[in-house]
């Protein structure tokens, strides 16, 4: 193919040559009113796909960590907003996501329709600037249409906007689209504003999601599409940017490392993970045309299998053909596919990050490459082949259509844990994990027969500690101590240094009445982890039963430094202030619990009782009239 037919988009040296991407000023009015139509079907339809998401629950897969038990989250407090930005989450720093589930939070609860609404809207504002990056490319307004259409609802994406946990990948995808658009936008006519603005949503973007360090690279890949000549200068150019992903990259690293996230439970050496890389290469490529077997975990086998070595010389093969085409100047396809290689590339598990093994949010910009490469002949088709397009727009449309349906489907694999790990184990049902994530889920339905049959099996298939913990609690909440006493002893067998197990077990021999024991678990347990909150309420109970209400008084403080709205730990300790002959600084707790709960009863019949005890007749009446109305009788 010539020159001449490969690109789209002349290099604007010349006016003559911008009015070529910009459309003329005469025909704005009625190219503005199909580009609205269009985004409009583009936006509703998008949403209307991925509308069953609205009633999807939390899931245990990192919904926990991230969300509804990250501490973080529970209160937006500048305190907390520090520690956001301080700290990672499970070896992940990505605290924007972080603060925006914390803002949500605040204003709406812990509310999962309102966080799965956020990450549809911020997917179709990715929509939006994906649709204005093809036009800009030089794809024709209807061609940049199906190329969006493709974008949105292409099955792969359907992890990044149905998992909560992924708003990462939708709040980055925005920055990076937004940064993206811009820099096209520069290319065509500079500014140093502009120059400015891009480099910030840069900047706010790596707090989103690491993957924003690809940006420079993809910038690369635009220039090449423009005609810049790709050299050390060109490179040098973007310094800023290539410092700020190789800071990124490296604290990523770190984190992920201090967390044991890189470790996969595997033992590939180096060479094997290359092939595990090329392999994973191609296996996006054929999903991106052909999406099959999507579940949210892709379990390592314990060893290659042939098609991991197949896979590298295919690849070399692919490589060597790309560097034929470069040589005859396909410029779209080596735009494409380098704008896809640049951004998934660092996820391919050469150097391995957990169960990130062939997950399909890691597709989420990439694929623009590829769909970019499709979108290109397609407009080629159109326009040397106008006749045929009778035949070429039913067959894309029906082909948008099958996989809106799949992605439609896949939206429901999210409702809650039960649905999401039954589909792995559909997939995935030799490995321990699924069965065990399921099992906790059904524990704490209750559902105590169904959680035992996948503890049990989990533990066939050889699962770590975590299991025998959790399979501990299921025996604990059936009253089955001495069980779960076994497994508490199992689990600090295999890890003697997790704090949890201990004061697990504390209270396990609590509720056999072995208060020593149980005492010196926790004990135990807080010197290891002294952020370890449930062991203070744990052992205050113990104290207050020992009658010991200072040392009480002292575990109920340090546990409201990490929950300082728990309402009933309030109540205890003024409880215990009483018993220290305290009743003024009693007077304070119950207070706190009143504002924290102001619906029960009880706070205002204790705090009317301390009143009455501190001879303030007024103040003890007011409360028990209160309590009265809630329910609580109030006897002096």
């Not at 490469?373 to 082949?385: M, R, S, V």
Request: proline fraction near 3%; aromatic fraction near 16%; include cysteine.
């Amino acid at each position: 193919m010539s020159k001449k037919q490969q690109k789209i988009v002349p290099n604007p040296k010349s006016s003559s040559e911008i009015r070529n991407i910009v459309p003329d000023a005469s025909k704005k009015t009625s190219i503005f009113s199909t580009q609205t139509i269009l985004l409009l079907i583009i936006l509703g339809f998008s949403f209307l796909i991925y509308s069953p998401c609205l009633k999807n629950d939390f899931v245990n897969w990192d919904d926990d960590r991230n969300v509804y038990e990250n501490p973080n989250v529970l209160e937006l407090s500048s305190k907390n907003i520090k520690a956001i930005f301080t700290s990672d989450v499970i070896g992940n720093y990505n605290p924007l996501p972080i603060l925006s589930f914390a803002i949500e939070h605040h204003f709406f609860g812990m509310n999962p329709k309102v966080m799965h609404t956020t990450n549809i809207l911020l997917h179709l504002l990715c929509c939006m600037l994906v649709f204005f990056i093809f036009k800009r490319l030089g794809l024709h307004l209807f061609v940049a249409f199906l190329g969006t259409l493709l974008f949105s609802l292409h099955p792969l994406k359907v992890e990044s906007v149905a998992w909560i946990t992924e708003r990462k990948d939708v709040l980055f995808g925005s920055f990076f689209l937004g940064a993206l658009l811009l820099y096209i936008k520069n290319i065509e006519l500079p500014t140093r504003k502009r120059s400015m603005l891009i480099f910030l949503l840069f900047a706010i973007g790596l707090f989103a999601k690491i993957q924003m360090v690809a940006l420079p690279l993809t910038f690369l890949a635009i220039d090449y599409w423009f005609d810049k000549k790709i050299s050390i200068k060109l490179v040098l150019e973007k310094w800023a940017f290539f410092l700020g992903s190789l800071a990124f990259g490296i604290l990523g690293i770190y984190m992920l490392k201090g967390q044991g996230s890189l470790e996969t439970n595997t033992s590939f050496n180096i060479i094997e993970r290359l092939f595990i890389g090329t392999y994973s290469l191609l296996v996006y490529l054929v999903k991106f045309l052909i999406p099959y077997k999507m579940v949210p975990l892709y379990a390592y086998e314990p060893e290659l299998h042939w098609t991991h070595y197949a896979s590298m010389p295919i690849v070399i093969a692919m490589f060597v053909g790309l560097f034929f085409l470069y040589k005859k100047n396909y410029k779209a396809i080596l735009f494409g596919f380098a704008f896809f290689f640049f951004n998934i590339v660092f996820l391919l598990q050469i150097l391995g990050a957990g169960q990130g093994y062939l997950a399909d949010r890691f597709t989420y910009i990439a694929y623009i490459g590829l769909i970019f490469i499709l979108c290109y002949y397609i407009q080629q088709w159109i326009e040397t082949n106008k006749v045929r397009t009778t035949v070429l727009y039913p067959s894309v449309g029906a082909y948008i259509l099958i996989l809106s349906f799949i992605s439609y489907k896949q939206c429901a694999y999210w409702k809650n844990s039960g649905t999401l790990w039954s589909r792995v184990l559909e997939y995935q049902n030799n490995t321990s994990l699924p069965y065990n994530n399921r099992a906790n889920y059904y524990r704490d339905k209750r559902l105590f027969d169904l959680a035992l049959q996948d503890y049990n099996r989990a533990i066939e298939l050889k699962a770590g500690h975590g299991t025998y913990n959790s399979r501990a609690k299921l025996f604990f909440n059936k009253n089955e101590d001495q069980k779960a006493l076994i497994d508490y002893n199992k689990a600090i067998e295999m890890a003697p240094d997790k704090a949890e197990y201990y004061i697990n077990r504390g209270a396990a021999y609590a509720k056999l009445g072995n208060l020593d024991l149980a005492i010196k678990d926790f004990d135990k347990g807080l010197l290891m982890d002294p952020t370890w909150k449930v062991g203070y309420l744990n052992r205050s109970i113990m104290y207050n039963q020992a009658g010991n209400f200072q040392k009480a008084l002292d575990d109920i403080d340090n546990y409201l430094k990490f929950e300082p709205a728990n309402s009933d730990m309030w109540y205890e300790g003024g409880r215990c202030l009483r018993a220290l002959n305290n009743p003024n600084k009693a007077i304070q707790y119950y207070t706190n619990a009143i504002k924290y709960n102001p619906n029960k009863g009880l706070f205002y019949a204790e705090r009317a009782r301390t009143y009455q005890l501190l001879g303030q007749t007024n103040a003890a009446q007011s409360d028990a009239s209160i309590a009265q109305k809630l329910g609580e009788n109030v006897v002096f």
